[in-house]
């Protein structure tokens, strides 16, 4: 085995690895997470502060741009440095749809998820050091609206990531 094949296989290993963990981390937030964290009221903010502890906020976007970064590489590859004869394959498009709604999502949780999170977050922390009254009541509300953006987001971010997987898992077959 040569080392360039050696480093294709350790690519696809670590780009399935990071897409499973990256899809399943938004699939579990969007769809379990989130509405069981709204559910709880107050005490969500405790199982926030934990995610928070753990760099959860920080750590999935890493998998996700270091998985574009693996996907793109794997494109470059199987494209033989983007020659265009080979971009007019089947296998070719079906992954450069997949790669493209990949970066689409990105987008998407960079600006809708997590930056509205940690905008509610602030707004949260912002109301608790409040006393009651008009002023804190406005503070709930604008850390309520950005949450509805960033569960908004998600779930776009949750569905494309769903297309896009099963896009990546059809590619080499069509």
């Known amino acids: 085995m040569t080392s360039m094949h050696l480093l294709y296989l350790i690519a696809r290993g670590l780009h399935v690895l990071f897409g499973a963990l990256w899809v399943g981390s938004v699939f579990f937030v969007v769809y379990f997470l989130s509405p069981s964290m709204a559910e709880a009221g107050p005490d969500a903010a405790k199982v926030m502060g ?93 850390a309520q609206r950005f949450r509805a953006r960033a569960g908004k987001a998600g779930r776009v971010a949750a569905v494309l990531l769903m297309v896009t ?7 080499h077959y069509v």
Request: hydrophobic share 50%; charged share 15%.
């Open 50 to 142: 934990g995610l928070l502890k753990r760099r959860f906020l920080d750590i999935i976007p890493m998998i996700a741009f270091s998985n574009i970064g693996i996907g793109l590489w794997l494109y470059w590859r199987l494209t033989g440095g983007w020659d265009p004869s080979l971009r007019g394959t089947n296998a070719a498009m079906v992954f450069g749809t997949g790669g493209l709604l990949a970066l689409i999502t990105i987008t998407i949780g960079m600006l809708g998820m997590r930056r509205n999170t940690l905008r509610a977050i602030a707004k949260m922390r912002e109301a608790t050091s409040m006393a009651d009254g008009p002023d804190k009541a406005q503070a709930m509300q604008t």
């Open 165 to 171: 997987i099963v896009l990546m898992a059809l590619g």
